[in-house]
């Protein structure tokens, strides 16, 4: 996918969701739509960063259950000015954030996507460049009292690759850190 896609699907995301209720409804904006950065680091590997939203509704189990989507690369990390592997990671994230009304929220998240890793020279085009991704990370959400938002997570990929049978650089273990401005809230 191309960057100039990931960024119209978020700027669309982030207006449809400001329109969701008419203006002049008294209901208003039923929700908290979240949007940020994402840094992340396989371990022993590339940092890769990029871009996330996370959307939670009161009326989607009392804001417990989050969704999110993600968009994080190589090439906006390791791979920037270098001859570093090019890797995109495309992620939908569902989450359950305990003690959600608090602060300090410990949360769980399961991660679904694509992984596509460019190695530029064709004569790497026998290897596995592509996989689905089926991750889960477990950490702590920090929401401060003003619009911002700091996650930590470990994770793990559950079908990491080995250069035969799936990408090499797709590691089994990862660490992540999203910071998040909060541009909606109920």
Same mark, same amino acid.
């Given at each position: 996918m191309n960057k100039k896609i990931i960024f119209s699907i978020l700027f669309i995301?982030?207006?449809?969701? $400001?329109?969701?209720?008419?203006?002049? $409804? %008294?209901?208003?904006?039923?929700?908290?739509? %979240?949007?940020?950065?994402?840094?992340q680091k396989a371990q022993k590997l590339y940092w890769e960063n990029g871009f996330a939203v996370d959307f939670a509704s009161p009326k989607i189990m009392d804001s417990r259950i989050h969704f999110g989507l993600s968009y994080v690369t190589s090439r906006l990390g390791s791979a920037m000015g270098t001859n570093a592997i090019k890797q995109d990671n495309f992620l939908f994230s569902p989450a359950?954030?305990?003690?959600?009304?608090?602060h300090l929220q410990p949360f769980t998240r399961l991660n679904l996507g694509y992984f596509h890793s460019d190695y530029e020279y064709a004569i790497f085009d026998v290897l596995p460049n592509k996989a689905f991704l089926l991750s889960v990370d477990a950490g702590l959400s920090y929401e401060f009292?003003?619009?911002?938002t700091v996650s930590l997570s470990a994770g793990y990929n559950v079908n990491n690759?080995?250069?035969?049978?799936?990408?090499?650089?797709?590691?089994?273990?990862?660490?992540?850190?999203s910071i998040y401005y909060t541009v909606l809230k109920k």
């Open positions: 995301t982030s207006v449809f969701c $400001s329109k969701a209720q008419p203006s002049g $409804s %008294k209901a208003g904006w039923l929700g908290e739509l %979240k949007g940020g950065i994402r840094i359950y954030h305990f003690r959600h009304q608090k009292t003003f619009p911002l690759g080995t250069g035969s049978a799936g990408p090499g650089t797709l590691y089994p273990v990862f660490y992540q850190m």
